[in-house]
């Protein structure tokens, strides 16, 4: 235990003790968004970034630990472990790391050393390694039935000493970063059949690259390809450093007799190349694809973030329109509070082209429920309707209305989810999303969390990462936000109830049934009444529930309830109520936050109550704002270089952002185009929902491509040099569509290097074989 927290303190750079408080809490089933609003004082001010991390990484090394102990022990069984490799054990601070140093000792009784020892050929194995002994006199007179010549006895020898060998870990380690330095990653078509099939990886079709130096999308975009079974992917590098150093290791070129040094090079050949080097490779693009998988989690849970925390329109009557040519445009009008008050579909395109009659509708719709906004799908036809809308609007000026369009990403997962079943019985799949759409705008946290986070469509080659990992930071993420917002108890879906600290799917669940039940909580103390949710549930949830209109003031702010003994006593010092202190900040301030200390309540906790009683149930979030398209550009061919328009950022990538400019198509600003100054880091610049003002540097109508600037005309590249824009190439282009996208593009043209064609070899997948095959394809010859 104190090992571990020793290195949690070290990795987040806080005190031991800071980080033994906040695993106490964790350990009795303390939530991170409660600990970090609610425990400040025991924790001494861990903020939710770095109790989140802890709260990872805790989890990761007590697996780590755990497993540590067991590598330990087995070694110890083994009479294996000495203080060299115990060093090595403790110091290796991943799994895989600790892994690849077991493998050597894993025990295995089917492999062809061990067969061989039990065979008896241990001893002469040990002969030809300490004694000047040539290796035929070393298995004269041996003889056993599973190897009947010389040559597969000493053929078995070598398996016997190369094992040995691998478990000179110091050995192997050097050899890995001697490899390391000079690996290359190339990547080949499997076969001509796949160059059709295929073409959207046809940029990585014979491609290298310094493996140090292939950024994550570009590694995920060709382990893809692999996936598919149309790229064929190999770790190249240099023998000679390696061999030589095996050979430096034990000193083979001051063995005799010559042919017992013959035997051993051969050994060593055959113990990098058909061991070592094998394991290396693996290893290495193991390490890599890891630390893309990482990257790209941290990527979807930044845009993630983001598009919760995205400005909410609020309580305003909503159309929302999920716009289709053929099947209809959906409409549905939800009330201030996301209620379904009218739905229908209308026909502006073909085949019925009725505009006319849509255009009627639209207006009696929105007269007759008094909508003040309009929510447009972003998918197929959305620029076509948004124009229906836009002449609706021009006939109809005594209606005061604002359009918006949204990005309806997952809306089709939503309405055919058995969640959007029970909300919306009544209402056809089709209707659903239109609704959904609607109630987005409204609030797109509410609305965004009933929906898995992988369909949101802001990740970075989302579908080819580790999806266990994937949902627990995607689910880390919902959770910071809905209980950074906090929830309307009396409002809120059971899908928004289950993240807020504390509760679960079941309990929110029982929370919404009750409700309809006995009618709206008065406070929050009338939680307690819900089944199932006990003492423990409620201290975790209840700062995070809000209560509007009730009969406690309190209930409607982020002050727990634990600490309204604290403002009683703060209200009594001024002379005043709670009503009354709530929201003046006149009187706020004059109080003094440490005349209040005491052993319950510490300075911490008085600051943030009385934050809380100046803007009591303060939203995070950002003001509403709306983008503004150009009216007269609808389509990518409209488009010319120069242009200036404006855009809503919808995913940032490690190597730019993507912007919704009403062409159905999202522009890239590639990194280089962000700023004037060298950007590290596109998120530092941009966000997802952030409205932005760019210039169209470069269109390809043909494949709907287009590269946008943040940069002004004329203005000098940054300083830095940087990757110029590029039409992503057609693997990246795969997850974009522009009807309801499931993920986005990500990734970079990939530069060839040397003009070599890559050999189709996937290194996890090689293996040692017989050992007179192995040197033949290696083209290596010796005697035995």
């Known amino acids: 235990m104190t090992d571990l927290v020793q290195q949690l303190a070290s990795e987040l750079a806080v005190r031991p003790n800071q980080v033994e408080a906040a695993i106490r809490l964790i350990d009795e089933g303390a939530s991170v968004p409660f600990i970090a609003r609610y425990r400040k004082e025991v924790t001494q001010g861990l903020d939710d970034t770095q109790l989140r991390q802890l709260d990872t990484r805790l989890s990761y090394l007590r697996d780590l630990y755990e497993r540590r102990e067991k590598v330990i022990q087995s070694l110890q069984e083994q009479n294996k472990l000495n203080d060299d490799l115990l060093a090595r054990v403790n110091a290796a601070d991943t799994k895989n790391a600790l892994e690849e140093i077991y493998a050597p000792y894993r025990p295995k009784r089917t492999s062809k050393s061990f067969k061989a020892r039990e065979a008896g050929l241990g001893d002469a194995a040990e002969k030809i390694l300490t004694e000047q002994i040539e290796p035929t006199a070393a298995v004269a007179g041996f003889e056993h039935a599973d190897y009947p010549d010389v040559d597969s006895q000493l053929d078995a020898i070598q398996h016997i000493i190369i094992d040995d060998w691998a478990q000179n870990i110091a050995l192997t380690t050097e050899l890995k970063a001697l490899f390391a330095k000079t690996a290359i990653l190339k990547s080949a078509v499997a076969s001509d059949e796949k160059k059709e099939v295929g073409k959207k990886f046809r940029d990585y079709f014979e491609f290298s690259e310094n493996l140090n130096k292939v950024p994550s999308h570009r590694l995920l975009a060709m382990l893809r390809g692999r996936q598919e079974n149309v790229l064929g992917l190999k770790v190249d590098g240099q023998d000679d450093a390696a061999l030589a150093r095996i050979e430096t290791e034990y000193n083979l070129d001051q063995i005799q007799p010559q042919t017992r040094q013959d035997f051993l090079k051969q050994t060593a050949k055959l113990f990098w190349l058909g061991k070592i080097r094998p394991q290396i490779e693996h290893s290495l693009l193991t390490e890599k694809r890891l630390a893309a998988e990482a990257e790209a989690m941290n990527v979807f849970a930044e845009n993630l973030r983001h598009l919760l925390l995205s400005a909410p329109a609020g309580a305003r009557c909503t159309l929302g329109v999920d716009p289709g040519i053929r099947t209809g445009v959906k409409l549905a009008v939800v009330n201030q509070s996301g209620d379904v008050v009218a739905h229908s579909t209308i026909y502006p395109f073909a085949p019925k082209e009725d505009k006319a009659g849509s255009i009627a509708e639209l207006a009696r719709l929105c007269r007759e429920h008094q909508v003040e906004l309009i929510a447009i799908g972003n998918g197929t036809a959305s620029r076509e309707t948004e124009a229906v809308v836009a002449e609706m609007m021009a006939q109809n000026t005594d209606l005061q209305l604002t359009r918006i369009t949204v990005s309806e990403a997952g809306a089709s997962v939503y309405s055919a989810s058995e969640l959007a079943s029970q909300e919306l019985p009544e209402l056809d799949v089709s209707i659903r999303g239109a609704v959904s759409i609607a109630r987005r705008l409204q609030d797109p946290l509410a609305e965004l969390v009933k929906i898995d986070p992988k369909s949101i469509g802001v990740g970075q080659y989302q579908h080819d990462v580790n999806q266990t990992g994937l949902a627990k930071t995607l689910d880390a993420v919902v959770e910071d936000c809905v209980n950074a917002v906090g929830v309307d108890v009396n409002t809120a879906s059971a ?234 190439n057609a693997a990246e282009q795969a997850d974009r569509k522009p009807k309801r996208p499931q993920s986005r593009p990500q990734g970079e043209r990939p530069q060839r290097q040397g003009g070599q064609k890559p050999q189709n070899h996937k290194p996890q997948e090689q293996k040692i074989g017989g050992l007179g095959a192995l040197l033949l394809q290696a083209g290596i010859k010796g005697s035995k």
Request: proline fraction near 5%; charge should be negative; glycine fraction near 8%.
């Open 495 to 728: 899908a928004i109830l289950g993240y807020i600290a504390g509760l679960n799917k079941a309990i929110a669940q029982q929370i919404v049934e009750y409700r309809k039940e006995h009618g709206r909580f008065d406070t929050r103390h009338a939680l307690k009444k819900v089944p199932r949710l006990g003492e423990r549930t409620f201290e975790q949830a209840a700062g995070f529930l809000r209560i509007q209109d009730g009969s406690e003031p309190l209930d409607a702010s982020a002050v727990h309830p634990e600490s309204y003994g604290l403002v009683e006593k703060i209200v009594a010092a001024k002379a005043t109520t709670v009503k009354d202190i709530i929201g003046n900040t006149e009187i706020i301030r004059q109080v003094d936050a440490d005349q209040f200390v005491d052993e319950q309540f510490g300075l911490p906790t008085i600051k943030d109550v009385l934050a809380e009683l100046e803007k009591p149930g303060r939203d995070p979030r950002p003001e509403f704002r709306t983008a503004k398209f150009r009216e007269d550009i609808t389509e990518v061919a409209q488009l010319t270089e120069g242009m200036e328009l404006e855009g809503v950022v919808t995913n940032v990538t490690n190597f730019g952002a993507f912007v919704d400019i009403g062409v159905h198509h999202d522009g890239l600003v590639h990194i280089s185009e962000l700023a004037n100054e060298f950007v590290s880091d596109p998120h530092k610049v941009v966000k997802p929902g952030q409205i932005v003002k760019v210039r169209v540097i470069q269109v390809d109508a043909e494949r709907h491509r287009v590269n946008l600037s943040m940069r002004p005309e004329g203005s000098q590249a940054p300083a830095k040099a940087q990757r110029q824009p590029r039409r992503e």
